[in-house]
C-alpha cells in the first residue's frame, strides 16, 4: 500500500520561505513522476511542480523562480522548495505520486500553507 506523508507546512509572513517534505511508503519511488499540487479555500486543486524520475522539471507559471521541486529517490522523498511567498501561495499542498507503467496515482493527506500579508 502506497502511503505518502507531506511535512514542513506552516504559517508565514509575505516574502518568507518554506520547504515541504512528501516521503513515500510502499512504492517503487524510482519508477513515479512526483508532483506537488495545491488548493486554495473554494477553489481546484491545482499543479504546482512536477518531478520526473530523470529530474525532469515543469512548474505553474504562478511559481516559477520562486518553487523548486526535487526528489532523493534513495529517501524515497520529493521535496518542495517555496521561497518569496505571497498570500496567494495559501492553501493545502498535496503530494502525489504517480507510477509511469500504470498511471495508478496517489495523493498524501495535504499539508496546510499560509502567507500573512
Known amino acids: 500500500q502506497v502511503q505518502l506523508v507531506e511535512s514542513g507546512g506552516g504559517l508565514v509572513q509575505t516574502g518568507g520561505s518554506l520547504r515541504l517534505s512528501c516521503a513515500a511508503s510502499g512504492s517503487i519511488f524510482s519508477l513515479s513522476v512526483m508532483g506537488w499540487y495545491r488548493q486554495a479555500p473554494g477553489k481546484q486543486r491545482e499543479l504546482v511542480a512536477t518531478i520526473s524520475n530523470s529530474g525532469r522539471t515543469n512548474y505553474a507559471w504562478s511559481v516559477k523562480g520562486r518553487f523548486t521541486i526535487s526528489r532523493v529517490d534513495a529517501k524515497n522523498t520529493v521535496y518542495l522548495q517555496m521561497n518569496s511567498l505571497k498570500p496567494e501561495d495559501t492553501g493545502v499542498y498535496y503530494c502525489?505520486?504517480?507510477?509511469?507503467?500504470?498511471?495508478?496515482?496517489?495523493w498524501g493527506q495535504g499539508t496546510q500553507v499560509t502567507v500573512s500579508s
Open positions: 502525489n505520486l504517480e507510477y509511469y507503467a500504470s498511471g495508478d496515482n496517489y
